[in-house]
């Protein structure tokens, strides 16, 4: 007798999702399983930041169902338009550090094994030796490197990233794709990756998801 089929990591049943009055997506049934590298596709507006929101919680549904089969601490998350600003004097290495405050216990100093995880992320990302850098001083391909290795010293199962490509060059994008389709085939990490940019979805991603007239679609 075969092995019962794996719980997705979440799925979204009839989910109706928005803000105001007008739904921005409606009828949206989706499952990402453990290690897929999805691709959300679409236009500004189509809705692809209020899925990725709805998926992590942060957006209550309007309609339908989510079901989340791992806890909330393994979701890490590198949003489009992040509040840390630029200007603000912090290293590249306090930058990551922020994703292990959930794991500290308030008035503890920082313990090696949490340093060790902050040190590995950067060297994921290739920003190992930026550590002392101040964020503000890199480039735009490197913000969203030192923000990604934000979201990895979380040590997520599941990786959602809102238009990581945006304002940075072409090379930045290359080296930035590289390096998650790195982590989806070393580590096995869960991606699901939104972005306007349909070239780079197609070469990166292994399933590509489009947001188009209030609803998703698939292809067979």
């Known amino acids: 007798m075969g092995a019962a089929p794996a719980h997705p990591v979440i799925a979204l049943q009839g989910a109706c999702l928005g803000y105001g009055a007008e739904p921005v997506l409606e009828g949206v049934d989706l499952e990402i399983h453990a290690g897929d590298f999805v691709g959300l596709a679409g236009a500004n507006g189509s809705g692809k930041t209020t899925l990725l929101r709805s998926m992590l919680g942060l957006l209550p549904l309007r309609g339908g169902r989510v ?8 979701l890490g998350y590198v949003p489009q338009n992040d509040s840390l600003s630029a200007y603000f004097p912090l290293s590249v290495w306090e930058v990551a550090a922020m994703g292990a405050y959930g ?6 100093l920082f313990p090696g094994d949490e340093r060790r995880r902050v040190d590995r992320a950067l ?11 101040v964020f503000a001083h890199l480039s735009g391909g490197q913000r969203q490197r030192a923000l990604i290795a934000r979201a990895l010293t979380m040590e997520p199962a599941l990786l959602l990233l809102d238009e990581p490509f945006s304002g940075v060059d072409r090379d930045s994008k290359a080296d930035i794709a590289q390096q998650l389709v790195d ?4 580590s096995r990490m869960t991606i699901v990756l939104s972005s306007h940019d349909n070239e780079i ?20």
């Open 67 to 74: 079901e989340r089969h791992l806890a909330r601490a393994r």
């Open 103 to 108: 794991r500290l216990r308030p008035w503890r």
């Open 123 to 133: 060297d994921r990302v290739g920003l190992g030796r930026l550590g002392r850098t």
């Open 183 to 186: 982590l989806n085939h070393g």
């Open 201 to 220: 979805l197609d070469r990166t991603c292994g399933r590509v998801i489009r947001a188009s007239n209030g609803g998703l679609q698939e292809p067979a």
